[in-house]
């Protein structure tokens, strides 16, 4: 009885078309999004017009994924602030007239407010980096669909 397997001294069977010319072939994907023409570092380029493209194929919140974040962090910033002197201000107000309240007061806000400003910081950057991983994502898609066969 003859075995179906092939040998290994036996090499497997070539594609029918070479790599080069599966790469150059015309994009069999249906989907309406343009093909990405030029070199990979050539996708998102041109700010502007990226920014003003009313059909959303192309896609600036990568670029933009840091001023996102150093925007919040500045914001969390000005907040941390603001709530943490505001606490111990009202903590101090209200020890004149209750001395124990007062004390909870600026333990709660010496407590609480650094402890929601850490994790608004931490979620914060898991949103960003959701976002940023949603269009790599979608970027890396569109050129695979680009690059297969049906």
């Known amino acids: 009885m003859t075995d179906p397997t092939p040998s290994a001294s036996t090499p497997p069977p070539l594609p029918p078309q070479s790599a080069a010319e599966a790469a150059r072939a015309a994009d069999p994907d249906d989907t309406g999004v ?21 059909s959303f194929r192309t896609f600036i919140t990568r670029r933009l994924a840091s001023v996102f974040y150093l925007v919040g962090l ?54 960003i980096e959701a976002v940023v991983a949603l269009i790599a994502i979608a970027e890396n898609t569109e050129r695979t669909a680009q690059h297969t066969r049906r």
């Open 74 to 127: 500045i914001a969390i910033g000005i907040g941390f602030i603001v709530y943490f002197v505001g606490g111990i201000w009202s903590a101090i107000s209200v020890m004149w007239l209750n001395v124990g309240a007062g004390i909870s007061g600026l333990i709660a806000t010496v407590i609480v407010v650094p402890v929601i400003t850490f994790l608004s910081i931490i979620l914060l950057r898991f949103v």
């Open 34 to 54: 343009p093909p990405v023409r030029g070199e990979a570092s050539d996708v998102g380029r041109g700010f502007f017009s990226a920014l003003f493209d009313l």
